[in-house]
């Protein structure tokens, strides 16, 4: 049989639409060759043609082939201590008004292989006594593959070491030298609950308000209509005076949205 690994435009377009009305992420046109090159090793493999891939995911939206196809398109680059002026807020909320709190809930709701909410566990760990508190970390993502990595707290060493500072390697990593790789100690771990959750989901389903939801980098890939029933769910679930963190590099300009800018793209529920 001929195997057709090129991708035409009206797969993609069929393949953008799936995705967008599936997760919410709005795959731009000049996006085809990315697309096509996270894609292509399921042709051969799984499928004989875009064509038969596209029609697999309409006809099975919930089997773990599409989920597969689901993680190769979601793009998943971070580090620890990424943007860390937001780590800095952080603590200067737990050290202020978190203290003030018997109960604190912090969300990492794009939080990929997992270096967010582990930085934000190791954050709060300098911060304050968390054992004083009723202290949880929610960690979620849309991608089954990288909430397993996530959930492993296992790292290459090159990694740990370009962006975590030497005295918080030693006090929340366990070495091991035949691989150069570092694990998570028990101690941060035991902090995050990581979930499967699509940010599209309406309603939300979540009993108990956030202190500080991290909404960073995400936002890009959704289109506006999108970003207004995304904030407008995160505005629900956080307390009043509570706070959204979204990217540096991104801007909630054109949208509409019922959030307080404070600085350093930190958004105050008021």
């Not at 435009?9 to 996006?31: E, M």
């Not at 582990?118 to 593959?145: C, G, P, Q, V």
């Not at 956030?210 to 307390?239: C, G």
């Amino acid at each position: 049989m001929l195997i057709k690994s090129e991708l035409n435009d009206k797969d993609f377009k069929k393949i953008s639409d799936f995705v967008y009305k599936k997760v919410g992420l709005n795959i731009k046109d000049n996006k085809k060759y990315l697309v096509e090159s996270r894609l292509s090793s399921l042709i051969g493999s799984f499928f004989n043609s875009f064509t038969e891939l596209v029609e697999h995911i309409y006809k099975f939206p919930e089997d773990s082939i599409t989920q597969d196809i689901i993680n190769r398109l979601t793009t998943n680059f971070t580090y620890f201590f990424r943007e860390p002026i937001h780590f800095k807020f952080l603590k200067w909320y737990l050290q202020n008004k978190g203290k003030r709190e018997k109960e604190i809930r912090i969300w990492s709701a794009a939080c990929s292989s997992g270096e967010e909410p582990y930085t934000i566990a190791i954050t709060s760990h300098e911060a304050m006594n968390i054992y004083n508190y009723d202290f949880k970390i929610l960690a979620t993502d849309i991608s089954t593959k990288v909430l397993v990595r996530a959930y492993s707290g296992l790292y290459e060493g090159e990694k740990i070491r370009k962006y975590v500072p030497p005295n918080l390697i030693a006090k929340y990593f366990d070495y091991n030298i035949n691989n150069d790789m570092y694990l998570v100690k028990k101690s941060v771990k035991d902090l995050i609950a990581f979930r499967k959750f699509n940010l599209k989901s309406n309603p939300y389903p979540f009993k108990r308000q956030f202190d500080i939801v991290f909404l960073r980098n995400v936002m890009i890939y959704f289109a506006n209509p999108e970003k207004e029933l995304l904030l407008n769910n995160m505005y629900n679930h956080i307390k009043e005076g509570g706070y959204l963190i979204i990217g540096l590099g991104e801007s909630l300009i054109g949208v509409k949205h019922p959030f307080k800018l404070t600085k350093y793209s930190i958004y105050q529920k008021v």
